[in-house]
Each structure stands twice: as structure tokens, then as C-alpha cells.
């Protein structure tokens, strides 16, 4: 019912693997019945939805990769073409299941959260805490060069080949890096900010992920006003 293959990373010899079973290759159809793993005994794990490229309150997700602190990785392809997808309503099940209490470290939490809603999961409604280690993908590859002997890995062409638009196996790799790279930045950083008596700010930041989604989705009027007269004194 599918096939298996093996992606080595060159640089530290790890491996991750993925099962891939056979799909139409014209269809998005899920027809994989390979199980999603286990997340039991991890508390906290990198994270990184693939989208297509809409507004964060109406982006779809293409699949997702994870990163755990002990190693075990995988992309999980939901609307890939000629992909081997996972039913959409096995995903949310396992979701709802696996990540439940747990911490997801991500380049951007306020992206996951929001594309997770529009998925029909609420991590909030989870108890997941959220940590926002660099706010954008593009800062990720920067400060995995300065902080980590990981670097993010470069998918060219995007422009014209979007990420969504492309085969899981295509993505999945520079996808579980993200997430690889989101986890190991917070394992460097955490050390620090707690040494400079900053977890309280931290927490703080992480607390308020939740509820500036939900003001972003639904809006908010603004006292226009009043906001020019802040900018002038400030």
C-alpha cells in the first residue's frame, strides 16, 4: 500500500523518515491509512504549518511538520497534488488528541494559531501554550546562522512554484527543518532569558498570542484620532 524513503541530513547524519503511500497522482484526494505517530511523553515541540498563500484568517493548510526534543520528526501532507494525503478529519482527530496541553514552538505562533483555526482546531480550546521564538521566517534563517550549526534550508522558486503547489516530498524536508530550527532556538534562548529575569515578559507575550489573533480575525475600530495624537507625543 506505499512505499517508504529516507531523508539524511549531511551535515549531523540524522535521518527522518517518511511513509508515503500510493495515490492517485492526479488526485487530493487522502487514501493513506498509515497511522500518524505517537506524541506521548513530549510536552513541548516544534511546529510549522505549510499554506497556500492568502490572508492568515482565511489560509488553508497544505500539511504541517513537527519536531520533537528527542528527535522524531515527520510531515504530515494534507492537500498536497500527487501527494499521499491524510483525511483532513483523521488530522483534526489526532491534532486534538496529540498536541492537547502540549507547547508548540514556532517562527510564528500567531500564523499556526490562526491557520489551525481555519482548519477547525483551536489550540487555545487545547490548553496548548504558545511560544513565538522569532516572529518571522525570514529572521529564522538568520539567527539559526548566528545561534545553530543548522541552517534553514532554501527552496528556490517559490515565486513562481508556491510551496502549496508542490508535492509533500518536495516540502517535507525544508519544512521539519523549520520546526527543527524554531526548537533549538529555544532551547539556546531560554537559558538566556531566564538569566536576565525576563521570563515574566516572555510569559506575558506567549499569554496574549491567543487574543491578538482574535482581534486580528474579527477587527477592531480604531479611535483614529486619539492614535495620531499617541504617535505625535510618543
Given at each position: 500500500y506505499g512505499t517508504s524513503a529516507t531523508i539524511r541530513n549531511a551535515d549531523d547524519e540524522s535521518e527522518m523518515s517518511l511513509s508515503l503511500p500510493f495515490t492517485n497522482p492526479t488526485s487530493i484526494m487522502?487514501?493513506?491509512?498509515?497511522?500518524?505517530?505517537?506524541?506521548?511523553?513530549?510536552?513541548?515541540?516544534?511546529?510549522?504549518?505549510?499554506?497556500?498563500?492568502?490572508?492568515?484568517?482565511?489560509?488553508?493548510?497544505?500539511?504541517?511538520?513537527?519536531?520533537?526534543?528527542?528527535?522524531?520528526?515527520?510531515?504530515?501532507?494534507?492537500?498536497?497534488?500527487?501527494?499521499?494525503?491524510?483525511?483532513?478529519?483523521?488530522?483534526?482527530?489526532?491534532?486534538?488528541?496529540?498536541?492537547?496541553?502540549?507547547?508548540?514552538?514556532?517562527?510564528?505562533?500567531?500564523?499556526?494559531?490562526?491557520?489551525?483555526?481555519?482548519?477547525g482546531v483551536s489550540f487555545e480550546d487545547l490548553g496548548c501554550n504558545g511560544s513565538d521564538e522569532v516572529l518571522a521566517h525570514v529572521f529564522l534563517a538568520l539567527l539559526a546562522q548566528e545561534e545553530l550549526v543548522d541552517r534553514k534550508i532554501e527552496l528556490k522558486g517559490t515565486k513562481d512554484w508556491p510551496i502549496h503547489e508542490r508535492p509533500a516530498s518536495e516540502v517535507a524536508e525544508y519544512a521539519v527543518m523549520d520546526s527543527k530550527l524554531a526548537l533549538q532556538l529555544?532551547?539556546?534562548?531560554?537559558?538566556?532569558?531566564?538569566?536576565?529575569?525576563?521570563?515574566?515578559?516572555?510569559?506575558?507575550?506567549?499569554?496574549?498570542?491567543?487574543?491578538?489573533?482574535?482581534?486580528?480575525?474579527?477587527?477592531?475600530?480604531?479611535?483614529?484620532?486619539?492614535?495620531?495624537?499617541?504617535?505625535?507625543?510618543v
Open positions: 487522502p487514501y493513506t491509512r498509515q497511522p500518524l505517530p505517537s506524541l506521548a511523553g513530549v510536552d513541548r515541540l516544534g511546529f510549522d504549518f505549510e499554506t497556500d498563500l492568502e490572508p492568515n484568517h482565511r489560509r488553508t493548510p497544505y500539511g504541517f511538520s513537527y519536531y520533537t526534543p528527542d528527535g522524531r520528526s515527520g510531515y504530515v501532507s494534507i492537500r498536497h497534488s500527487n501527494s499521499a494525503n491524510y483525511d483532513e478529519e483523521t488530522v483534526r482527530r489526532w491534532m486534538k488528541t496529540e498536541l492537547t496541553g502540549k507547547t508548540r514552538v514556532c517562527a510564528e505562533a500567531k500564523h499556526e494559531t490562526a491557520v489551525a483555526r481555519n482548519f529555544d532551547d539556546v534562548y531560554t537559558p538566556r532569558i531566564t538569566d536576565e529575569d525576563l521570563d515574566r515578559v516572555l510569559d506575558l507575550e506567549n499569554s496574549i498570542i491567543y487574543a491578538t489573533e482574535e482581534m486580528e480575525r474579527n477587527g477592531a475600530y480604531l479611535d483614529v484620532e486619539k492614535l495620531v495624537r499617541w504617535r505625535d507625543e
